[in-house]
Nanobody, 120 residues
Framework: QVQLVESGGGLVQAGGSLRLSCAASGRTFSTYTMGWFRQAPGKEREFVAAMHWSGSGTSYTDSVKGRFTISRDNAKNTVYLQMSTLKPEDTAVYYC?????????????WGQGTQVTVSS
């Protein structure tokens, strides 16, 4: 069992930066691929970024490549999403996820979500 708690969301102007954190509890955290998804109002939840449990592989959706960076600290059971050059279309609820594999992006556990609002 893994529990995930996100933090770091908020309101930021376009062009600004935010860093999201996801604190995990559970002894199996370090064996999970960890990722971030987001859901904008009226839209389906979409994949944003993920990192293999070893830190050796990452994946990003095209719209955030070069602007967002995912990282993790297995010693602290925490995964981060550094978001830069934010755009109004990045506005969404961001969810942390424990993912079964980088290839399938099937999610075993979800966090409760944190709101990110980017004003123009």
């Amino acid at each position: 069992q893994v529990q995930l708690v996100e933090s770091g969301g908020g309101l930021v102007q376009a062009g600004g930066s935010l860093r999201l954190s996801c604190a995990a509890s559970g002894r199996t955290f370090s064996t999970y691929t960890m990722g971030w998804f987001r859901q904008a109002p009226g839209k389906e939840r979409e994949f944003v970024a993920a990192m293999h449990w070893s830190g050796s592989g990452t994946s990003y959706t095209d719209s955030v490549k070069g602007r967002f960076t995912i990282s993790r600290d297995n010693a602290k059971n925490t995964v981060y999403l550094q978001m830069s050059t934010l755009k109004p279309e990045d506005t969404a609820v961001y969810y942390c996820a424990a993912i079964r594999s980088l290839a399938t992006l099937g999610v075993d556990y979800w966090g409760q979500g944190t709101q990110v609002t980017v004003s123009s």
